[in-house]
């Protein structure tokens, strides 16, 4: 019987490697300057038991990923979409007035 070392291009996504993606995602280090403080974010945000967790979390050293903490990432995702967008629609509508264009087709206005 041989067997196969799989091949790390091969490796299917865990809980620990989407968790990983998802805390970077949530909390990147450009926000907060460096790891550091993206992990020390990540862990008060989320209500994480330890600093320790976090770091797990992030260097994709979490041996398991409970559900609650896939949860939590996932609602820290959504308010950071949610504020990115949030954003974005103040940047375009200072744009707007700023170039003189009137705001066409906004949200919940009559035709």
Do not use: C
Not at 7 to 32: L, N
Not at 53 to 75: H, I, P, Q, Y
Not at 91 to 108: C, D
Request: charged share 35%; net charge positive; hydrophobic share 40%.
């Amino acid at each position: 019987m041989k067997l196969e070392i799989p091949s790390k291009r091969k490796r299917a996504v865990t809980d620990t490697t989407a968790a990983q993606g998802m805390i970077r995602e949530a909390f990147p280090v450009a926000q907060y300057g460096n790891a550091k403080a993206a992990i020390w974010a990540a862990y008060r945000r989320l209500k994480l038991r330890t600093e320790r967790r976090a770091r797990a979390l992030w260097n994709g050293e979490a041996t398991r990923v409970d559900a609650w903490e896939m949860d939590a990432l996932t609602r820290a995702l959504l308010e950071r979409a949610r504020l990115e967008h949030e954003r974005t629609e103040q940047r375009i509508r200072a744009l707007e007035a700023a170039l003189g264009i009137p705001r066409k087709n906004e949200v919940g206005a009559g035709d």
